[in-house]
Structures are given as structure tokens and as C-alpha cells.
């Protein structure tokens, strides 16, 4: 069990890497976590939430913490050097960071790549929705941390369903990527006033979403098969990122749903 001082510097990305966890904080994100399986290390919970939820403690997946002495009690001042919360509940989880090769994603026909998507509640929210829209999972080059506590809550749970990727050399992954089947399309927001295209009839597809202010890498569109763009009907200058996001998920599932 990792103890107050070394939990406290989770909130860099660092120390995320170096103890491989994270933290989920709140009642909802520590059952969302416990109900989808995920590897909880330990569970942190003030002194008086123990007291005042004893219904939440006595739930049998959290019993199991107290049965296995694996709760870490702390006053409400300790608990709050912890939390990313203004008004934090006094319980959080201490959750095992999967280490997935981009190998195990290879056998899915849907996957999505954030190209340096920078706002984490941006990417809690793609995470979310690429859940919603069964996407079989997601490549993360470069940008905000998925692991970091925004993007963990900005999840609302999804986070514990789908398969995330982190890339250190987004260049050779695609490569692979292509050589395994996959078609590689980039959405490029300067094609809404352009004619509509339409994304590619492939068996599998891997479509790349670009940073707020720059979009996708010149690097990134040299490999691609494919340019993307959301036609626009008003003057908008741009669209959010993360629901540029759900409309192409969307465009993309509403042929290929059986």
C-alpha cells in the first residue's frame, strides 16, 4: 500500500508513471472502478466517511478493503491534499494503470487517435463518448495524460471500458496500424466549406483527431489515406474537438450499426 506522502504526488504525471496508478475519486468513480474490474490497489477514506457511509462501506466489494486491510484512513485535512475536488467526499481508489501494447488492439475494426488533444476535459469526454459509440479503443499521441484526475472524472466511468493506448512513437504506430488493415483518416476542419466526403467503406478504420489550435501533425497527415471534414452550415469558425468527435463517431456508426 502506497502511504499519504507518496499518494500526494500523483497529481504529476511523474509520479503516475513511476508507482503505475492513478487515483478515482468520489463514491461513483470508486464503484465504477470496483464494478468494472478494474485493478484497485488500495481505497483511501476520511475518518468521518466511514462513519457516515457505513451503507457504502459495508457494500461487499468495498468490505473486502477493510476485510484485507487495505483502506488507508486519514483525517479530513490529509484527505484534502489528495483530492482534485473542491468539495471532496473523503473516499477515493488508488487503481493499477493498464499497460496495453497497441498488439492488443490490432484485431478491432474501430479505433480512434488523439493527436496532441491537449484539455483534459476535452479528452474525459472523448473518452466517454468513443464508450458510448463502442469504439474498440483509443491511441493517445502526445497531449493531456488520460490518467490525470480532469480527465479521470471528466470520464464519468468510461475510462474502466475502454482500452487505452498510450503511444510513444505515434509514427512507427501508425505504420503498423496500416500494415495491419487499417485505413488512417484525418479530420481536417478547413473541409467544412468543401464539397462533403464521405469516410472509406473499410472493413478497418482508424480516424485521427488533431490539437485544439493546430490539428493533426503534418507528420500524422503524411501517412494518412484519408482527409475528413464536418461540412458546416453557419459561421462558426471551428468546432470542439470532442464533439467534432461524437459527430464523426456518429456519422461513422450510423452505416456500419447491424
Not at 9 to 34: I, N, P, Q, T
Request: aromatic letters at 8%; one cysteine or more; proline letters at 4%.
Amino acid at each position: 500500500m502506497l502511504g499519504h506522502k507518496a499518494l500526494a504526488k500523483l497529481d504529476r504525471k511523474k509520479f503516475r508513471e513511476e508507482y503505475s496508478v492513478f487515483l478515482v475519486e468520489g463514491k461513483k468513480g470508486v464503484m465504477d472502478a470496483l464494478e468494472a474490474g478494474a485493478e484497485v490497489e488500495e481505497l483511501v477514506m476520511t475518518d468521518r466517511f466511514v462513519h457516515e457511509q457505513r451503507e457504502f462501506c459495508q457494500h461487499t466489494k468495498v468490505r473486502s478493503f477493510f476485510d484485507t486491510h487495505k483502506v488507508l484512513s486519514l483525517s479530513d485535512g490529509s484527505f484534502v491534499q489528495l483530492a482534485d475536488t473542491t468539495t471532496p467526499q473523503g473516499v477515493l481508489a488508488v487503481v493499477k494503470m493498464p499497460q496495453l501494447a497497441l498488439s492488443s488492439l490490432l484485431s478491432g475494426k474501430t479505433l480512434a487517435i488523439l493527436d496532441d488533444v491537449r484539455d483534459p476535459g476535452n479528452v474525459g469526454t472523448i473518452i466517454r463518448t468513443a464508450d458510448w459509440f463502442g469504439i474498440d479503443g483509443l491511441i493517445f499521441a502526445g497531449g493531456a495524460d488520460p490518467y490525470q484526475p480532469k480527465v479521470v472524472r471528466a470520464s464519468m466511468g468510461s475510462l474502466f471500458h475502454m482500452p487505452l493506448y498510450v503511444s510513444e512513437d505515434i509514427l512507427e504506430d501508425l505504420k503498423e496500424l496500416k500494415s495491419s488493415g487499417f485505413k488512417l483518416v484525418v479530420t481536417r476542419p478547413e473541409l467544412a466549406d468543401l464539397p462533403s466526403t464521405a469516410l472509406p467503406d473499410s472493413e478497418k478504420l482508424c480516424v485521427i483527431f488533431g490539437n485544439e489550435s493546430h490539428g493533426t501533425s503534418d507528420e500524422v497527415d503524411a501517412l494518412a489515406d484519408q482527409a475528413f471534414g464536418l461540412p458546416r452550415f453557419g459561421k462558426a469558425e471551428s468546432l470542439n474537438v470532442a464533439v467534432s468527435f461524437g459527430l464523426v463517431m456518429y456519422e461513422l456508426k450510423k452505416t456500419t450499426r447491424t
